[in-house]
């Protein structure tokens, strides 16, 4: 048998059923009420082998032999849920049954179920009295309309007394014990799901019709379960379609893990080749994390949600990652770029984003990859946009790559102090940079959120 059998098999009922506990034996609260229940079903059962008739057997093996292939039969569904079709003929029996007979055939037919499952003695024990407290409940309830086969009305109202009182007390017998013995809520049992209740009263209630047809014959009395074995098939049917719908669940769990895994790793290793297009030149390593530092402080400022910080955090990273395609020849010259060396160098905002967009998962940083050199004055590249035609995080990437560039030395000029860098950003806002953005920029500055940048010796050039 697989682990995922016997963990079926191990599970509390929400039904009538309680399968085998874990433990070895009940806590002590359990078995006082394992007490409190199967001591008056014992005396229940000594007293039900006397005082019937010999004419009443007959009905009682009918009724027997059917609820046991029916318990036989039993659907171990989902959420702790179990399908019993033995309540038709337990309850059937509580209408057309002396009592004495009803407790017999509570015990009797659930000795067949307790073979095939192996459940331990003191479970299935409390399971037959559970049955027998339960069935001697819907026989009470019964009595007062004087049920008679074919009776109309009364039979009717003594049929749904019965099927109510034994649905009713089944599942508050229940309740208790799985809280005991297995510390479960209400809730979690899934005793009072609507669903689960409505199906129970309506086995039990079908339990009238059986009943009332009895009288024309037993063959006509079967035409009665017909519903009953429609029921059945459609319940293993759902059991099957649940099951496969977990399965498929645990498939795409497994998948979307699998999926973040891979994303991860692939972002991280972007994140490292952006790292090393950085290293290449010694002034401009660490570059990336400083604007992505700069970035999410002026990002934070502009109210930016969660969402909205993380893919600037990416963006910011990888900004630069286009510059992979350009040469060292070009990238590391000591010296001013001819025409053609500005146009190769001009075109790492649009190389970066195809990279970053066939990878196919980070989409809405591939704007602000692509945009970042954009002005608002439209004498940006690569596509010369305007004012606020530029995506958001591209203005902001844009103030904080060019403040790491100023303060960073090059070949052809010195750094400037990051006081310098500030007031030419000031005077570049609604120009070279988002007024909105450069705004917001002071904010951080004002509040300490930004502090100066190192002045590395470094050199190389900065596009």
């Known amino acids: ?108 037919h659930c000795i067949p179920d307790w073979i095939k499952q192996r459940y331990r003695w003191y479970i299935q024990s409390f399971n037959i009295a559970n049955y027998v407290i339960a069935g001697l409940a819907a026989w009470a309830a019964a009595q007062p309309f004087d049920f008679v086969a074919g009776a109309g009305t009364q039979a009717a109202f003594a049929g749904i007394a019965a099927a109510a009182a034994f649905v009713a007390v089944n599942r508050t017998l229940l309740l208790p014990m799985l809280r005991l013995g297995r510390g479960l809520t209400p809730r979690e049992t899934g005793l009072l799901a609507f669903d689960d209740v409505a199906l129970e009263l309506v086995l039990a209630l079908m339990a009238v019709s059986l009943a009332v047809l009895w009288e024309h014959g037993v063959a006509v009395a079967a035409l009665a379960l017909a519903p009953l074995v429609l029921i059945h098939f459609t319940q293993r049917t759902v059991l099957r379609l649940e099951l496969a719908g977990e399965t498929i669940g645990r498939q795409n769990e497994s998948l979307e893990a699998a999926s973040q895994l891979v994303m991860q790793r692939s972002t991280a290793a972007l994140e490292a080749l952006s790292a090393t297009v950085d290293a290449r030149d010694n002034y401009t390593a660490g570059h990336s994390k400083r604007v992505r530092a700069v ?129 030419e950003i000031k005077r570049g806002s609604g120009t070279d940079f988002c007024r909105r953005c450069v705004a917001a920029f002071e904010r951080t500055l004002a509040h300490g959120r930004i502090l100066e940048l190192p002045s590395l010796v470094r050199k190389g050039r900065a596009a």
């Open 1 to 108: 048998m697989s682990e995922a059998a016997v963990d079926r098999r191990n599970t509390f009922s929400a039904k009538l059923l309680i399968p085998r506990l874990r433990a070895s034996s009940l806590t002590p609260g359990a078995w006082a009420y394992w007490f409190a229940i199967v001591a008056p079903a014992t005396v229940a059962l000594e007293l039900a082998v006397t005082g019937v008739h010999s004419g009443e057997w007959r009905r009682f093996a009918l009724l027997a032999t059917a609820a046991s292939l029916a318990q036989l039969t039993s659907v171990q569904l989902t959420r702790r849920r179990v399908f019993h079709p033995a309540i038709v003929f337990i309850v059937a029996g509580a209408l057309v049954l002396p009592a004495q007979l009803l407790v017999l055939l509570c015990v009797v």
């Open 295 to 423: 970035a999410l402080s002026i990002g934070a400022e502009l109210g930016l949600g969660e969402d909205e910080l993380e893919g600037l955090s990416q963006a910011a990273l990888l900004h630069d990652i286009g510059k992979i395609g350009v040469p060292d020849a070009v990238l590391l010259k000591e010296g001013e770029l001819t025409q053609a060396e500005w146009i190769v160098m001009r075109s790492h905002p649009e190389e970066g984003a195809r990279i970053i967009e066939r990878l196919g998962y980070l989409d809405e940083v591939v704007p602000a990859i692509r945009h970042h050199h954009e002005r608002p004055d439209g004498r940006g590249y690569p596509d010369g946009l305007h004012g606020d035609e530029i995506p958001l995080g591209a203005r902001i990437i844009h103030v904080a790559d060019a403040l790491d560039a100023m303060t960073t030395k090059r070949v052809y000029r010195q750094a400037m102090t990051f006081a310098e860098a500030i007031e």
